[in-house]
């Protein structure tokens, strides 16, 4: 009970933390902001904003998790501070794709890690402002393992069609970078085998609802197999 009330107490400084940075931002002292975002991130979650940059989602759960920060209360603070980050970005002019996205990507990234490698369920409530992000973020070339953990998570979700369109913008903008015989690209058609014969074993009335009825997971599979060029 002891540590549920210090975690809330912790989420709710954090909401306070936040207000003041964003107060710094509406006052046009994005530089100050930015001070006290960094002196944040190290205060709540003992990492430097460069940290922050250069590690991936598993290795920033990892630093939670061995320093005993692998709470949820305390990832839904550092997505916070991740969304924080971003607005702070934009309103100092900072260039879209070579600043701003990354940060969109790691809020992004760690929540699929979480959710899924972790199995952190608690955090779907969170889904409605996490998929904006995600959304945000399919006009880009994302990593491969970022894809791939975004059609698994459309699956989850009951979201079969969402899923198979993932698919084949990765496949597509591998093909387009990189050609045919790379790693990523078997990468993919291995993701992709696996997710049309797990759909194979749904029910029709989820298949229905999710957006790819069994003729066309069927038709998909059979594209997929055979390198069509057309999304199901």
Not at 137 to 163: H, K, N, T
Not at 204 to 219: C, D, K, T, Y
Request: glycine share 6%; net charge negative.
């Amino acid at each position: 009970m002891f540590e549920q009330d210090y975690l809330m107490r912790m989420l709710m400084q954090v909401t306070h933390y936040i207000a003041r940075i964003m107060r710094l931002r509406q006052e046009q002292k994005p530089e100050q902001a930015y001070l006290l975002l960094g002196q944040g991130y190290e205060f709540f979650f003992g990492l430097s904003i460069d940290m922050v940059e250069r590690m991936s989602a598993q290795e920033i759960y990892e630093w939670l998790r061995d320093s005993g920060r692998d709470h949820e209360q305390v990832i839904r603070a550092l997505f916070e501070f991740l969304q924080a980050h971003v607005e702070l970005l934009e309103a100092m002019g900072q260039d879209e794709d070579e600043q701003i996205v990354p940060w969109r990507l790691k809020k992004v990234e760690l929540f699929l890690y979480s959710l899924l490698d972790e199995e952190r369920h608690e955090l779907l409530d969170i889904v409605d402002e996490l998929e904006r992000n995600m959304e945000e973020m399919q006009a880009f070339v994302l990593p491969s393992d970022c894809y791939a953990r975004l059609v698994r998570y459309y699956e989850i979700r009951g979201r079969f069609a969402a899923a198979e369109d993932i698919l084949y913008v990765w496949r597509d903008h591998i093909l387009e970078s990189n050609g045919d015989e790379t790693t990523e690209s078997l990468q993919v058609r291995l993701v992709g085998t696996a997710f049309y014969e797990r759909l194979l074993h749904v029910d029709e009335s989820l298949l229905e609802m999710g957006g790819l009825p069994r003729e066309e997971v069927i038709f998909g599979q059979l594209q997929w197999l055979t390198g069509g060029t057309e999304s199901a």
